[in-house]
């Protein structure tokens, strides 16, 4: 059995950066990933990384646009301690070798972003993600001697001793299907976004919930899961993201009727309003007849410099031709709002300590919460590294003063039989992918920009009868290779948990704030609502509950842009 000071599920952004701080605090560390760590989930992120590194810029200016993105829901003293560290965490990157973009006086250039009264945004053209993910792997390989990496593991459990401290996890080797135990002082979930429970979605097949519904089971509760952000911008087929860095650069919406839309709703910020008031601008268009034919609106790219389009949109030129047949550089794109980001999650402190004694949560599967009702773009980059080094140092400190834990070999027994029940299920009932279509069909129907009390029940009556016929769902391949059908049994599960608990906090928030529309509480209300929903594991069910905003020097006011 692997023993380690400090384990990190996840080796996206936040797991990566939670490694190389627990190892440079001295701990010995494991980090695993279902895929290899440069294809985690954050290789896609596009556009940039928000700081306010400029001179005229201040973090005061980046925290309240973000508190005034979060429709205040967000908490203040994480968002103060995220946009303050923001400066130094760039300047570590750039130092570290991120080749972040220049300006032709060579100094850090930014590009603007939605919801920023500044350009803030720092960027490598609009691969940001895949350039930070590569230099923190490199930066990974050197600490080989401290940090044990096993790519291509996937966990299905969590462990707890019988104090109820988190000590680990069981973790099937994707590559022999053979199950091992980890055990550890400190674990740190960095496991990702849940984004598949929705079809269509921008998000990679592997953004399956797995930690939010991990921890949810051992008891960890969950925050503001109801805040799901539909991206203004995805081609309407498949969800491919079009990003926000295109309309940074200058690109426009138009409706069928040829209209700037935008004027009418966000007079001042238009096109780079925050993403929850373009997106319910768009499908309002889309609803009330003023969209082309397919349901969608026109993004206008034409009017950014072809050379620069070429030069710092490169990968969406890619995917407007191999995806919709478009050349962006020459005529619009059909785009519309799609599911793209859960801002709830695992709840967690600004050390990422959750409330179960030594499991930690950092990047998209936790809640800090810094994003609260919408998060802005290109701060989810920054969410994951600002919190999950702190998660790192933090676990590395704890794991100073404790004895390793050791796990009695039961728990493999027992996941072992987990694996055997879904291999040996009789042939003939649904098959899974027909089950998470459903899922995400019906949460993309009824879960989605406008949400109303009827919808939500319908949605609730799915989910829950899904949950039923899952444990049922038969699958083909009973081989230990590299078995995907098991682990598509497992994600599935954890999808539906997590789509459950979006759907019960989406039905007791009865106001409209942040990407939560409700056409029945259209208003926002602060009196009754300015508190954050949590979602635990009761028995079997979800049991609702409340944890207050923490708002510092921020009122809440109207908010528009
Ligand atoms: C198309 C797209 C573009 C984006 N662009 C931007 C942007 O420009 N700026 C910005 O700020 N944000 C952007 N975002 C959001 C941002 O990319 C993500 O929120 C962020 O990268 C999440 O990082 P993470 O480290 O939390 O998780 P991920 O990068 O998703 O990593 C999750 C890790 O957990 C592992 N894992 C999951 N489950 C298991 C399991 N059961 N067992 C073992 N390992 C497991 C995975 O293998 C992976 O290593 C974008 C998102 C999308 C979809």
């Not at 740190?188 to 097949?205: E, R, V």
Request: aromatic fraction near 6%; proline fraction near 4%; charge should be negative.
């Amino acid at each position: 059995m692997p023993a380690h000071d400090v384990l990190i599920i996840g080796a996206g952004l936040a797991g990566q950066r939670a490694a190389l701080a627990a190892a440079d605090a001295g701990a010995s560390v494991a980090i695993l990933s279902k895929v290899h760590p440069v294809r985690s989930h954050s290789v896609a992120a596009a556009g940039g990384i928000n700081a306010a590194l400029n001179p005229e810029d201040s973090w005061e200016s980046h925290a309240f646009d973000t508190v005034k993105g979060s429709d205040y829901l967000g908490d203040q003293d994480a968002i103060e301690i995220m946009c303050r560290e923001a400066p130094d965490e760039i300047l570590w990157l750039e130092h570290a070798g991120v080749t972040f973009h220049r300006s032709p006086t060579g100094h850090l250039g930014t590009r603007a972003f939605g919801g920023a009264s500044q350009a803030r945004t720092y960027y490598v053209a609009d691969i940001t993600g895949q350039a930070i993910l590569h230099v923190l792997y490199e930066q990974l390989m050197k600490h080989h001697e401290t940090v044990d990496r096993y790519e291509e593991w996937f966990t299905t459990t969590l462990l707890q001793d019988d104090a109820g401290n988190c000590v680990g996890c069981v973790a099937r080797d994707i590559r022999t299907g053979a199950l091992e135990v980890f055990n550890a002082k400190s674990v740190i979930l960095a496991s990702g976004g849940a984004g598949q429970a929705f079809k269509p979605t921008t998000n990679a097949l592997i953004c399956t919930g797995d930690g939010i519904a991990q921890a949810y089971r051992i008891g960890a509760p969950l925050m503001d899961m109801e805040m799901i952000q539909y991206h203004p911008t995805t081609l309407a087929e498949n969800g491919f993201l079009i990003t926000e860095g295109a309309r940074g650069e200058g690109a426009h919406l138009y409706n069928a009727l040829g209209e700037r839309f935008m004027e009418k709703y966000a007079p001042n910020k238009l096109e780079l309003a925050s993403r929850d008031v373009v997106s319910r601008a768009e499908q309002t268009e889309i609803n009330e007849g003023r969209g082309f034919p397919d349901g969608t609106i026109a993004l206008d790219i034409t009017r950014v410099p072809r050379k620069r389009t070429l030069e710092a949109l490169r990968e969406i030129v890619n995917i407007g031709k191999d995806f919709a047949g478009v050349d962006i550089t020459r005529e619009p794109i059909h785009i519309k709002p799609g599911m793209h980001y859960i801002m709830g999650g695992v709840k967690t402190d600004f050390d990422g300590q959750t409330p179960i004694a030594g499991l930690y949560a950092a990047g998209e599967v936790a809640c800090v919460s810094v994003h609260g009702g919408n998060r802005l773009g290109a701060n989810s980059l920054l969410d994951t590294l600002i919190f999950g080094r702190r998660s790192g140092e933090h676990a590395a400190q704890r794991a100073r003063g404790i004895a390793t834990p050791r796990s009695p070999v039961s728990v493999l027994h027992d996941a072992q039989g987990e694996i055997d029940e879904i291999l040996n299920r009789p042939t003939g009932g649904r098959r899974v992918s027909e089950i998470k279509n459903e899922l995400g069909e019906t949460m993309n129907r009824y879960v989605a920009v406008y949400r109303d009390a009827e919808g939500l029940a319908t949605a609730l009556e799915i989910v829950q009868r899904l949950k039923q016929e899952a444990p049922n769902a038969a699958i083909d391949d009973k081989g230990t290779v590299f078995n995907q059908d098991v682990l598509a049994a497992i994600e599935l599960g954890y999808m539906l948990d997590v789509a459950e608990a979006i759907v019960v906090a989406a039905q007791e928030r009865r106001e409209s704030r942040g990407a939560q529309f409700r056409t029945d509480f259209p208003e926002r209300n602060d009196e009754d609502w300015l508190h954050h929903i949590t979602v635990s594991l009761n028995g079997d069910g979800p049991a609702l509950g409340t944890a207050p905003v923490t708002i510092t020097q921020w009122q809440p006011q109207a908010r528009t842009y």
